[in-house]
């Protein structure tokens, strides 16, 4: 991996799957349904970074999807990019709008992926947050998966974290 994080699956190509912890050998797949943070909540392409940090507080999350005025999803802003991208270079938060940093298309998963697909989307393109889209409803985000989220839902065999420089953040 070239700088970030990267997620390590073991030098294995695939996740094994959890067991159901009842000793039946059952094996239980998850998905991203299952390991997503429910109900994303979009900052409009059109609001102020001062609101997109206000909802970040009181939702107590580092990113929004960004999502334009049909609900589609534009972009994902964080709160390091607000800073470095926005404050640290000058900008003013309370006139740059979300949809002047979230350029670009966003990396995406649908909700009914399998867990070792989050993780390939999320290590191939080292990104620390997946927003979940329900392709078989409106296409709109409905949750967002984080590295802690992997963590608390994957058996600690099949993931593990490596801190290259810690420059990515989106």
């Known amino acids: 991996?070239?700088?970030?994080?990267?997620?390590?699956?073991?030098?294995?190509?695939?996740?094994?799957?959890?067991?159901?912890?009842?000793?039946?050998?059952?094996?239980?797949?998850?998905?991203?349904?299952?390991?997503?943070?429910?109900?994303?909540?979009?900052?409009?392409?059109?609001?102020?970074l001062a609101q997109a940090a206000r909802r970040m507080r009181d939702l107590d999350v580092g990113a929004l999807p960004v999502c334009g005025d049909d609900d589609q999803l534009t972009g994902i802003i964080t709160d390091r990019d607000i800073v470095i991208r926005c404050v640290a270079s000058g900008g003013d938060p309370g006139t740059v709008t979300a949809g002047d940093l979230a350029k670009g298309t966003p990396f995406t998963i649908d909700v009914d992926a399998s867990a070792e697909q989050v993780v390939r989307v999320m290590e191939e393109h080292r990104i620390r947050r997946l927003p979940v889209i329900d392709t078989n409803g409106n296409n709109r985000p409905v949750g967002m998966i984080s590295e802690a989220d992997l963590a608390r839902h994957l058996p600690e065999q099949s993931i593990g974290l490596y801190q290259t420089d810690g420059t990515s953040d989106s």
Not at 9 to 33: C, F, N, Q, Y
């Open 1 to 48: 991996c070239d700088g970030g994080y990267c997620l390590l699956m073991g030098g294995k190509e695939s996740i094994p799957p959890a067991s159901d912890g009842a000793g039946t050998g059952e094996v239980l797949m998850s998905t991203a349904r299952e390991i997503m943070h429910i109900g994303a909540e979009c900052i409009g392409e059109h609001e102020t």
